[in-house]
């Protein structure tokens, strides 16, 4: 029997390009959008601020 391997938690490295700041611009607007959502409690508006803060600074860094 061959042993297996579990992709789930996989990172695919981010290569810089437009495809790069296309995914990373749509994953800033989703992050904000459900940041903004009026049924999320504070801690997980906080939660999607920090990953869209995280996402606003690495597109910043493929841009320049």
């Known amino acids: ?4 391997y579990c ?3 996989t990172v695919t490295p ?8 296309a995914l990373l611009e749509y994953q800033y607007q989703n992050f904000m959008n459900k940041a903004s959502m009026e049924y999320a409690d504070s801690r997980l508006r906080e939660f999607f601020e920090q990953k869209a803060l995280k996402v606003k600074k690495t597109l910043e860094s493929l841009m320049q």
């Open 14 to 21: 981010l290569t810089p390009g437009r495809k790069a700041i």
């Open 7 to 9: 992709r789930v938690g």
């Open 1 to 4: 029997m061959e042993k297996q």
